[in-house]
């Protein structure tokens, strides 16, 4: 398991009873599927007629993220297998190519959960958009069994999906770090 891997787990207080469960899990396990079933074309599809849904570019970055930190994480486990099977004279190579990847795992996680934030504070533009929002995050969650977000992110991502539900409907909208009473 690579250093950089324990950067990255979800709270306990998430899963009381079992083992923190990581980041790096998920991801590994649910790119690959994520990527198959929130396709740019899915996305325009939920789009809004009159002018681009800004909620639609946050799920695309965070895709984008999430692919090639699953992508980067898929590379690290080839280089860490052939690191176990190399002979001596290989090893110093193999051991740098490693911790470079480890490196850049710091840098892409860290691009990741910006990307998630971003998308968890962006107001969509229409109803279709909170749909498409919460949709992603839905299916981020279903397909690696773990969630996008701990608690503040989904504190950000209900009153983003708040405010973009009063303006659909004609009510106030809620300030954005305020109380909403």
């Known amino acids: 398991m690579s250093q950089a891997d324990s950067a990255y787990t979800t709270s306990r207080l998430l899963f009381p009873a079992g083992p923190a469960a990581r ?3 998920f991801v ?3 790119a690959a599927i994520l990527a198959g079933v929130i396709t740019p074309s899915w996305a325009e ?3 809004v007629s009159t002018a681009p849904d800004p909620i639609l570019d946050a799920i695309e970055g965070h895709r984008r993220v999430f692919e090639e930190l699953g992508r980067l994480l898929a590379e690290q486990d080839a280089a860490e297998r052939e690191l176990r099977r190399a002979p001596c004279g290989r ?3 193999l051991e740098a190519k490693l911790s470079g ?3 850049a795992e710091g840098a892409l996680g860290r691009a990741e ?3 998630s934030r971003q998308l968890a504070g962006t107001v969509p533009g229409s109803l279709k958009g909170v749909a ?3 949709r992603y995050v839905r299916e981020c969650y279903e397909v690696g069994q773990s969630p996008l977000y701990e608690q503040d992110g989904y504190r950000l991502l209900l009153l983003s999906t708040e405010r973009a539900i009063c303006a659909a409907i004609g009510l106030a909208i809620p300030p954005r770090g305020g109380d909403s009473r």
């Open 101 to 103: 990847l480890c490196e």
């Open 132 to 134: 498409a929002a919460l």
């Open 45 to 47: 599809s939920v789009g």
């Open 91 to 93: 090893r110093a190579e």
């Open 23 to 25: 980041r790096r899990q």
């Open 113 to 115: 959960m910006k990307a």
């Open 28 to 30: 590994t396990g649910g």
